[in-house]
């Protein structure tokens, strides 16, 4: 039996680390509320399912740029959470500095060959979307636009990282959600004028507007209260901090970039393969499926850096305790995403009223394993990216994605649409079962010699 106080003393290694989860889960349940009610506006605002599947489908396939940042935001961020636990404000400071002139250089490289690239390819076929339902040049102005917004976002971006390094995981969350609540009010004041063309080049100058709005206001405050000694400057470019930042950084850009293949290409798979009105349907199944794994997710979003700066500690035993509890976390986790199931017509009738799907209980058990599969990951690799022992992982997911690919491009052609996340779980379980294995070995070998060093 596991009573509260040991959980407590499991999960709660200092203050701020529960502090930062419940902000995290405060903001986050307000958000998710907000993207429950985004949904059926945009349904409202694309009367056409084809069209709002194109528009997903682009808005994931855009984000995929944000993956090439040779993993600079997370090298910064475990290099700059041990620096502000040893208080160590001038190596902060060149780290900053480094980490922001080496994402500006690669924003400028990306944007140059995204918009020379961007002009001689056929969105219309990208996303398997005909001429009748939107024009080639509506479609491409509306990828241009929507990738000016991604590409400002991927230089914002590391604000995010400095925040987690200042165990400050609540703070993203709301930035997201400001972001969130602006598309929306847009959605619900907006009168749609019914020529979809010009809707859909509406739509993604908001996006684009609103995703990168927080973020910069965010950065002017923390560098003007938090890290006022930390200012990003080229007089504080060290080319060592430069390599220190993307020697542990490009491991993690190889397992983002593995990650999103098997995460965020779904979309992408469907329209291609199938069409992009079943890109609603996924989304339908999966803003569901995602609730249980996005609150431990919030839980989870402080457990990098705390793992990291225990690590830096030597204090082990902590690790191995906060693990044991996680995995309890995830086994409730996995209780409530199952117990979904027998609800779910109720639900999207609630949710999405006359436009509501019909179930298919086969597509809905497949989200609920989806989900399953996804809150075990997430817990796993929480603690693995915090302690920087990432070779388990590479080999885990780049097993997922070479059989998820060939999966699909085999089966596609007879098996439905479905079979896109039927070759996501089945990709991930060889590592859902061995990252366990390794990752408490050492552990308890790490225990072990700290101990025996007193």
Same mark, same amino acid.
């Given at each position: 039996m596991i009573e509260f106080s040991d959980i407590k003393g499991k999960y709660i290694g200092n203050k701020n680390l529960i502090n930062n989860v419940l902000g995290s889960f405060l903001v986050r349940g307000f958000g998710f509320l907000v993207s429950f009610a985004l949904f059926p506006l945009y349904l409202n605002y694309f009367d056409d399912?084809?069209?709002?599947?194109? /528009?997903?489908?682009?808005?994931? @396939? #855009?984000? /995929?740029?944000? @993956?090439? %940042? *040779?993993? &600079?935001?997370?090298? #910064?961020?475990?290099? #700059?959470?041990? %620096?502000? !636990?040893?208080?160590?404000?001038?190596?902060?400071?060149?780290? &900053? !500095? !480094? $980490?922001?002139? *080496?994402?500006?250089?690669?924003?400028v490289f990306i944007s140059f060959l995204a918009f020379i690239i961007s002009r001689y390819i056929d969105w219309n076929s990208v996303f398997n979307i005909s001429e009748q339902s939107i024009s080639p040049e509506s479609l491409r102005k509306g990828v241009v636009i929507a990738l000016c917004g991604v590409l400002c976002f991927f230089f914002l971006k590391l604000i995010i990282s400095i925040l987690y390094a200042l165990q400050k995981s609540a703070l993203p969350n709301f930035l997201n959600l400001l972001s969130t609540v602006l598309l929306l009010i847009f959605l619900w004041v907006y009168d =749609?004028?019914? %020529?979809?063309?010009r809707d859909f080049v509406t739509i993604s100058w908001v996006q684009a507007v609103t995703g990168c709005l927080p973020l910069l206001v965010a950065t002017i405050i923390v560098f003007a209260k938090d890290l006022k000694e930390c200012l990003p400057s080229f007089k504080y470019f060290r080319w060592n901090k430069a390599t220190g930042v993307l020697s542990l950084g490009i491991l993690f850009l190889v397992l983002q970039l593995l990650y999103m293949i098997i995460t965020v290409t779904n979309e992408f798979f469907i329209s291609y393969f199938f069409d992009p009105?079943?890109?609603?349907?996924?989304?339908?199944?999966?803003?569901?499926? $995602? &609730?249980?794994?996005?609150?431990?997710? *919030?839980?989870?979003? =402080?457990? /990098? $850096?705390? @793992?990291?700066?225990?690590?830096?500690?030597?204090?082990? %035993? /902590?690790?191995?305790? #906060? @693990?044991?509890?996680?995995?309890?976390v995830a086994g409730i986790a996995v209780l409530f995403q199952l117990a979904i199931i027998p609800f779910l017509d109720p639900i999207l009738e609630f949710w999405l009223g006359e436009k509501a799907i019909e179930v298919n209980l086969s597509a809905a058990l497949l989200f609920a394993l989806l989900g399953c599969v996804m809150i075990w990951v997430s817990v796993l690799t929480s603690v693995v990216n915090g302690l920087g022992t990432l070779k388990c992982q590479l080999y885990g997911f780049l097993w997922a994605v070479l059989f998820k690919v060939v999966a699909i491009v085999l089966f596609s052609s007879w098996i439905p649409w479905t079979i896109v996340i039927t070759a996501t779980i089945v990709g991930l379980l060889p590592y859902c079962v061995w990252q366990p294995v390794v990752m408490n070995r050492q552990l308890k070998m790490l225990?072990?010699?700290?101990?025996?060093?007193?």
């Open positions: 399912n084809t069209v709002l599947g194109c /528009w997903f489908t682009m808005c994931s @396939v #855009l984000s /995929w740029i944000q @993956v090439f %940042d *040779l993993g &600079i935001g997370n090298g #910064l961020r475990n290099h #700059l959470t041990a %620096d502000l !636990s040893l208080k160590n404000y001038e190596s902060a400071r060149q780290y &900053i !500095s !480094s $980490s922001y002139i *080496l994402m500006g250089g690669v924003t =749609p004028t019914g %020529d979809v063309e009105s079943f890109v609603v349907e996924y989304q339908i199944y999966i803003k569901i499926f $995602s &609730i249980a794994g996005t609150f431990v997710s *919030l839980a989870l979003i =402080p457990v /990098w $850096s705390a @793992v990291t700066k225990a690590f830096v500690e030597k204090r082990y %035993d /902590w690790i191995i305790k #906060l @693990v044991r509890f996680l995995y309890f225990n072990k010699e700290a101990f025996q060093n007193g």
